[in-house]
């Protein structure tokens, strides 16, 4: 999770990436997964991952204005 320091547009685009590889292999695993605190947790982490996606992709567009 980004710390409020300002990225590269190299390094925004990087981590943007590295999160939506993240979220893709979360819904892999919840597709795959079975129990209600299994599926809580793997919501919680691809909410929390995605919040993070929208606030760099934002930051990303932001720069490039």
């Given at each position: 999770?980004?710390?409020?320091?300002?990225?590269?547009?190299?390094?925004?685009d990087d981590r943007i990436a590295i999160l939506?590889?993240?979220?893709?292999?979360?819904?892999?695993?919840?597709?795959?997964s079975s129990g209600a605190a299994d599926e809580e947790r793997t919501a919680e982490r691809i909410a929390q991952q995605t919040e993070e996606?929208?606030?760099?992709?934002k930051q990303?567009?932001?720069a490039k204005k």
């Amino acid at each position: 999770m980004t710390n409020g320091s300002t990225l590269s547009g190299p390094e925004l685009d990087d981590r943007i990436a590295i999160l939506r590889d993240n979220i893709r292999q979360l819904t892999e695993q919840a597709a795959g997964s079975s129990g209600a605190a299994d599926e809580e947790r793997t919501a919680e982490r691809i909410a929390q991952q995605t919040e993070e996606l929208e606030a760099l992709v934002k930051q990303r567009d932001a720069a490039k204005k």
